[in-house]
């Protein structure tokens, strides 16, 4: 398994951006897809975006196309969200997750998770 840790999260006022990173350990980076995921209070843990080992493919909820992008840096071992026009609603746990492919990542078949940071959007 890939070890995960995120950053990049905080307080930010309405309509701001924020870059999430999520950092990788080991060899294989590039050998999984990643994704995000987010969790806001009270409520389920929900997909966000996925990206594919070589970057080639990405996907979206549907709610977020056009304000969020997903990147990713294999030489780095990095994954990043870069997150815009940001709304109280964006407000939760985010999450950094690994899995096989972008398929089986929207899906929720997680092979590993990150820790989380909280993003909070104030309005």
């Known amino acids: 398994q890939v070890r995960l840790v995120e950053s990049g999260g905080g307080l930010v006022q309405a309509g701001g951006s924020l870059r999430l990173s999520c950092a990788a350990s080991?060899?294989?980076?590039?050998?999984?897809?990643m994704g995000w995921f987010r969790q806001a209070p009270g409520k389920e843990r929900k997909f966000v975006a996925a990206i594919s080992g070589s970057a080639d493919r990405t996907y979206y909820a549907d709610s977020l196309k056009g304000r969020f992008t997903i990147s990713r840096d294999n030489a780095k071992n990095t994954v990043y969200l870069q997150m815009n026009s940001l709304n109280p609603e964006d407000t939760a746990v985010y999450y950094c997750?690994?899995?096989?492919?972008?398929?089986?990542?929207?899906?929720?078949?997680?092979?590993?998770w990150g820790q989380g940071t909280q993003v909070t959007v104030s309005s």
């Open positions: 080991g060899r294989t980076f590039s050998s999984y897809a």
């Open positions: 997750a690994a899995g096989s492919t972008v398929v089986v990542i929207v899906r929720g078949l997680i092979d590993s």
